[in-house]
């Protein structure tokens, strides 16, 4: 398999996830800045939607969006419940936190990161973009990760699009339980071996 990734950004939890999973894999850097690869190859030639994660299976197909590439490489690897077995009820709720970090946390940053973005625009996106983290912060409250316990793909998710709060000026000091739950994550050897790898840990 292929993953083609951008440094810090979404795709970082797939990164997270292929880690994880223990399975093989090329991780090809493709900046959204350049939107080229090392050796110079326009990312758009290969995926013509231009932005990342892409995985490119060893048979040629593809899969594109970072929510389902997620529950792909969890089901490659069953036996580590990096997701909860298909048609459970717990699958559902993983799917509903997959949903929910892609649309409401992914998305509400989107704006932050848009240049020539209206500041007014900025401030009503941050508002709401924090009601969406202090309730998140709540749903942790008395857990480990947040299907319970267990480590599974949606907490490499929620990981990722919880620390671009320090680029763009959302603090996220007081919620004490997505602090808690981001420390924990960070200290897993998958996911610092996936920060290291795109050089975001020294």
Known sequence: ???????????????IALMESGLVFDAIASPTKTHRTADGTDYYTINPLGYVPLLVLDDGRQ??????ILQYVA??????????ANGTFERYKLQEWLNF??????KGFSP????????????????????????TDGELTGRTFLMGDTFTVADAYLFVVQSWGKHVGVDTS?????????????????V???LRAEGLLK
């Not at 398999?1 to 990164?15: N, R």
């Not at 089901?75 to 909860?84: I, S």
């Not at 970090?101 to 992914?106: C, D, G, M, R």
């Not at 007081?174 to 998958?190: D, E, I, K, S, T």
């Open 101 to 106: 970090i892609a649309t409401e946390l992914h």
């Open 174 to 190: 007081g919620l004490a339980q997505l602090n808690a739950f981001a420390a924990r994550v960070a200290a897993r050897p998958a």
């Open 63 to 68: 899969l594109h969006e970072v929510a389902v």
């Open 192 to 194: 610092q071996a996936a």
């Open 112 to 135: 932050l990161f848009t240049p020539g973005m209206p500041d007014e625009a900025k401030a009503l996106a941050k508002t709401r973009l924090m009601d969406r983290l202090k309730w």
């Open 75 to 84: 089901d490659q690897v069953p036996q580590l419940q990096l997701a909860p």
């Open 1 to 15: 398999m292929k993953l083609y990734y951008s440094p810090g950004a979404c795709s970082l939890a797939t990164h």
